[in-house]
T-cell receptor, first 115, second 112 residues
Framework: NAGVTQTPKFQVLKTGQSMTLQCAQD?????MSWYRQDPGMGLRLIHY???????DQGEVPNGYNVSRSTTEDFPLRLLSAAPSQTSVYFC??????????????FGPGTRLLVL | AQSVTQPDIHITVSEGASLELRCNYS??????LFWYVQSPGQGLQLLLK??????LVQGIKGFEAEFKRSQSSFNLRKPSVHWSDAAEYFC??????????FGTGTRLQVFP
């Protein structure tokens, strides 16, 4: 198993550009989520999904879109990048739901710089 | 809404010393509690979790944590720290809404 994979590892964008951060898992996990990590802020939940076709907002959803057309993939789209979106982005997946205290498996992260 | 507080931003200990990292949560019902560790440049790895039963939870790498409902705490402990334990540690709480909320993290530095 590759686990949770994220691409790209590093990206530089100009303000106003759009891009998609890719996340895939090969563990047949229902639950997937996106976090951003900023110094002194810990990890903040952006969006999450409890299964294909179902997504919901986390703590900081503004400026980001997600979709879940398959169990394996959970892309994160930045519609119009802003410098405030400079961060490290982590994708995570788990067998079940957060409410069942399932272990989340994290990808290696995508470092995004918006100029 | 639930929240997690890790009051210590940075802790320094000597190798072989004991360690306790603090975590306090705010949640109305029984929470699901986790500790994750992040080594530099890496993703997060689960150390241990609590969801019911015995309030003293054993994890990987010799770590343990104790759930104390009366204090709304879930502190992480290790009796003897190794240099390889230097990392950032995150406490997290999950609830019935399926969100997992993380604290701001505690960076552990270990001196030889």
């Amino acid at each position: 198993n590759a686990g949770v994979t994220q691409t790209p590892k590093f990206q530089v964008l100009k303000t106003g550009q759009s891009m998609t951060l890719q996340c895939a898992q090969d563990m047949n996990h229902e639950y997937m989520s996106w976090y951003r990590q900023d110094p002194g802020m810990g990890l903040r939940l952006i969006h999450y999904s409890v299964g294909a076709g179902i997504t919901d907002q986390g703590e900081v959803p503004n400026g980001y879109n997600v979709s879940r057309s398959t169990t394996e993939d959970f892309p994160l789209r930045l519609l119009s990048a802003a410098p405030s979106q400079t961060s490290v982005y982590f994708c995570a997946s788990s067998l079940g739901l957060a409410r069942r205290a399932e272990t989340q498996y994290f990808g290696p992260g995508t470092r995004l710089l918006v100029l | 809404a639930q929240s997690v507080t890790q009051p210590d931003i940075h802790i320094t200990v000597s190798e072989g010393a004991s360690l306790e990292l603090r975590c306090n949560y705010s949640y109305g019902a029984t929470p699901y509690l986790f500790w994750y560790v992040q080594s530099p440049g890496q993703g997060l790895q689960l150390l241990l979790k609590y969801f019911s039963g015995d309030t003293l939870v054993q994890g990987i790498k010799g770590f343990e944590a104790e759930f104390k409902r009366s204090q709304s705490s879930f502190n992480l402990r290790k009796p003897s720290v190794h240099w390889s334990d230097a990392a950032e540690y995150f406490c997290a709480v999950g609830d019935y809404t399926d969100k997992l909320i993380f604290g701001t993290g505690t960076r552990l530095q270990v001196f030889p």
